[in-house]
């Protein structure tokens, strides 16, 4: 049976909070990811940010050059480990109502997992 060690990515993206919407939109599409973990000065995890959440920030006409990730994340830091069931990981996400998980290893970020990467390995 599978775990989420098994089906995340662990090439993650990351963002300073700092960084400008446009310029997490255009590393998220060069990379081809849908999420990029946000960090703080002393270069730990401070949030999440998605596709969704920079969708909303143009729906609500922010300039994407001007607002930065810091404000337009999710700070809660829904996680997962990475020997966790991808049963367990599916239930995190319906619960906190998102669609990636950062996955941590002794509280360490290690890796993020999407629901996509959930389907893919329950196949």
């Known amino acids: 049976m599978a775990i989420v060690r098994d089906v995340m990515t662990t090439d993650i993206l990351t963002v ?3 960084a400008t919407l446009g310029e997490v939109a255009r590393r998220m599409r060069a990379r081809n990811v849908g999420s990029a973990v946000v960090l703080d000065d002393t270069g730990g995890p401070q949030g999440l940010i998605t ?8 729906a609500a006409s922010r300039s994407p050059d001007l607002a930065q990730a810091a404000s337009w994340m999710r700070p809660e830091m829904w996680s997962v480990e990475g020997s966790a069931s991808l049963d367990e990981a599916s239930a995190r996400m319906r619960d906190a109502n998102v669609r990636h998980l950062p996955v941590t290893d002794d509280g360490r970020v290690v890796g993020i ?8 390995g329950a196949m």
């Open 16 to 18: 300073p909070g700092t």
């Open 51 to 58: 596709d969704r959440e920079l969708v909303d920030s143009v």
């Open 113 to 120: 997992v999407s629901i996509r990467d959930l389907l893919v």
